[in-house]
């Protein structure tokens, strides 16, 4: 009981980075990251026909895709305390900023990958953090008790290769089959692919569980009947 009661819980999937600030070019910019914030969508691009082809526009196309990341990231810049001018500004009002994006037209390529870099490294902490917390709570942070059983028809290898359940489908068996209630208020309304990290990881960490802990009773249910079967 005591080893259940002091493990992680749900409160502590909620939390901040350490707020500070980092100065980039002549801004002193506060940081402010909530695990909440953190989504789980990676864009991908194809380069079907473009391998090994050299493109005249790369380096431009390669600046695009970092003020792109910087759009995304700012919304990590705490803009809504009030931290300057003896805690009467914000930082938009501060540096007379109407629109966050303006930020772009005032950072040169370096500011832009040192602001990127600074925020990416931050994220990749928090979500070692937030597994770190989730695994806890769902108790996939412990080896599987080892149960001396060995059926008699073993499934062949490849079948079991083949029966592997890949991320794909458990997140298409999260929407078809389970119907997902949604755990954590920034989700409501949004489709599965829009989800926050800690929301696909909660629901793919559950069902990893889920399945672990079936197969570890049907192998003790299994050993029990091979235990209990009377020799010839």
Known sequence: MNQLMNRINFEKLSFYYPLHSIRISRFVIPIKIHIGQIDSKIKEELEIGLIGKEDEMSTEFERIKELDRAKRNFKYINIEDKLYNNFTQT????????YIDELLDA???????????????????????FRDRLYNMLKLDEDEPKIAYKPKNEMPQDLKEYLNYTLGYIISQMGIEYNPTIFFDENIGRAIESWSLRETELHLSFLTMKNRTENLVEKWQGKIMQDNKPAK
């Open 91 to 98: 930082f938009m009002e501060y540096h007379n900023i109407k």
């Open 107 to 129: 950072l040169d390529s370096i500011d832009i990958y040192e602001f990127n870099k600074h925020i990416d490294e931050a994220i990749n902490l928090m979500i070692k953090e």
